[in-house]
């Protein structure tokens, strides 16, 4: 019995050795700690970017997508004379909403572009509107809002630009003959036609070129370690984001015009799968440079109920209805802009 317990003894004392020895040379995988708060910097951009608790399209998105792999951002808003220096410098570890250019190129990694900023021409009810670039619009008083930042070359393209407040004091000025046009993001025209349709109709004449477009990105850090993980994940929520509806309920639209399949061809997909009887009349446009030829002329499929369907004609009937449901409460459409007409 001794003896048999003696070589029971010897054989856990080697089993425990032979782990020990593989542990050393195969270590256990070990779960990687979550990474740390990004420290992030923007101006304030309405409505695009904004402290909390106001308009802030570009950071909501942001950190919707970040949030979906357990990443946590906080954007501190600068002035647009401190929002260059500060993001080079190193201070903060990059910015929710950013242009590319070659100095940001030498010190970020961007991602995708998940935005495109178009700014159309609106003028008052009437007006030609059928400009092709700022230079069609040299000696006319432009309204603009102060802190859109779309360079140097705006300001010598011709017109003579009024800094405005916001969107609301823009179209303000605009309807009180302060200024002849507006420069607004087609997402906030979207917007305007969508929830004052008699009030846009009858006072505004809007543009269809746009006269800017810029594609709008993530930005983090080269100095961070897990900079290009962090990126790479963030591309990878976007697609899944305008599929499930969270494009929607952010940029407070019904339809949005994107490639949800990734093969090169842009679908419709409404805010819901009860879009209603007849195609829509009007849908935002995620990015124009997504948009072949063949489907400019409003040629398009829809994406309803997890599948693509080449025409309205193909989409099941079932779908073909009103969505009865109340408004997601997280989304407060009617409150993002209010235009006094």
């Given at each position: 019995?001794?003896?048999?317990l003696?070589?029971?003894?010897?054989?856990?004392?080697?089993?425990?050795?032979?782990?020990?020895?593989?542990?050393?040379?195969h270590p256990?995988?070990?779960?990687?700690?979550?990474?740390?708060?990004?420290?992030l910097?923007?101006?304030a951009?309405?409505?695009?970017t904004n402290?909390?608790?106001?308009?802030?399209?570009?950071?909501?998105?942001?950190?919707a997508?970040?949030?979906?792999?357990?990443?946590?951002?906080?954007?501190?808003?600068v002035?647009?004379?401190?929002?260059?220096?500060?993001?080079?410098?190193?201070?903060?570890d990059?910015?929710?909403?950013?242009w590319?250019?070659?100095?940001?190129e030498?010190?970020?990694?961007?991602s995708?572009p998940?935005?495109?900023?178009r700014?159309v021409?609106?003028?008052?009810?009437?007006?030609?509107?059928?400009?092709?670039?700022?230079?069609?619009?040299?000696?006319?008083r432009?309204?603009i809002?102060?802190?859109y930042?779309?360079?140097?070359?705006?300001?010598s393209?011709?017109?003579?630009f009024?800094?405005?407040?916001?969107?609301?004091d823009?179209?303000?000025?605009?309807l009180?003959?302060?200024?002849d046009?507006?420069?607004?993001?087609?997402?906030?025209?979207?917007?305007?036609?969508?929830?004052?349709?008699?009030?846009?109709?009858?006072?505004?004449?809007?543009?269809?070129?746009p006269?800017?477009?810029r594609?709008?990105?993530?930005?983090?850090?080269?100095?961070?370690?897990?900079?290009?993980s962090?990126?790479a994940?963030?591309?990878?929520?976007?697609?899944?984001?305008?599929?499930?509806?969270?494009?929607?309920?952010?940029l407070?639209?019904?339809?949005i015009?994107?490639?949800?399949?990734?093969?090169?061809?842009p679908?419709?997909?409404?805010?819901?799968?009860?879009?209603?009887?007849?195609?829509p009349?009007?849908?935002?446009t995620?990015?124009?440079?997504?948009?072949?030829?063949?489907?400019?002329?409003?040629?398009?499929g829809?994406y309803?109920?997890?599948?693509?369907?080449s025409?309205?004609?193909?989409?099941?009937?079932?779908?073909?209805?009103?969505?009865?449901?109340?408004?997601?409460?997280?989304?407060?459409?009617g409150?993002?802009f209010?235009?006094?007409?």
């Amino acid at each position: 019995m001794r003896c048999f317990l003696d070589v029971a003894r010897r054989g856990t004392q080697l089993l425990l050795a032979s782990i020990l020895a593989l542990s050393c040379v195969h270590p256990a995988p070990t779960i990687s700690a979550q990474a740390a708060p990004l420290t992030l910097v923007s101006t304030a951009w309405p409505p695009f970017t904004n402290p909390p608790g106001q308009p802030r399209f570009a950071l909501d998105l942001v950190e919707a997508a970040l949030g979906r792999f357990g990443v946590t951002a906080r954007t501190t808003i600068v002035t647009a004379a401190e929002f260059t220096p500060a993001l080079l410098s190193g201070r903060f570890d990059g910015t929710a909403a950013v242009w590319k250019d070659p100095e940001r190129e030498r010190v970020l990694i961007f991602s995708q572009p998940y935005l495109e900023n178009r700014l159309v021409l609106v003028g008052r009810h009437g007006a030609d509107v059928s400009a092709k670039t700022l230079g069609d619009l040299k000696g006319r008083r432009v309204a603009i809002v102060e802190g859109y930042s779309y360079g140097e070359s705006i300001d010598s393209a011709g017109p003579l630009f009024v800094r405005s407040t916001s969107e609301e004091d823009s179209v303000s000025q605009l309807l009180n003959g302060d200024v002849d046009y507006t420069l607004v993001d087609e997402l906030v025209v979207h917007y305007i036609v969508r929830n004052y349709p008699k009030e846009s109709a009858a006072r505004l004449q809007i543009g269809s070129t746009p006269l800017v477009k810029r594609e709008l990105f993530f930005a983090v850090s080269k100095a961070r370690p897990d900079a290009e993980s962090i990126v790479a994940r963030f591309n990878a929520q976007l697609q899944g984001m305008i599929a499930d509806r969270t494009y929607h309920r952010l940029l407070h639209v019904d339809w949005i015009r994107a490639d949800v399949n990734d093969d090169g061809l842009p679908e419709l997909v409404p805010a819901s799968d009860r879009p209603g009887r007849s195609a829509p009349k009007q849908a935002y446009t995620l990015f124009t440079t997504e948009i072949p030829v063949s489907r400019s002329t409003g040629n398009t499929g829809f994406y309803i109920g997890g599948n693509i369907y080449s025409d309205w004609a193909s989409v099941p009937e079932s779908y073909k209805e009103d969505n009865t449901q109340a408004p997601d409460p997280r989304r407060s459409t009617g409150t993002i802009f209010t235009f006094r007409w």
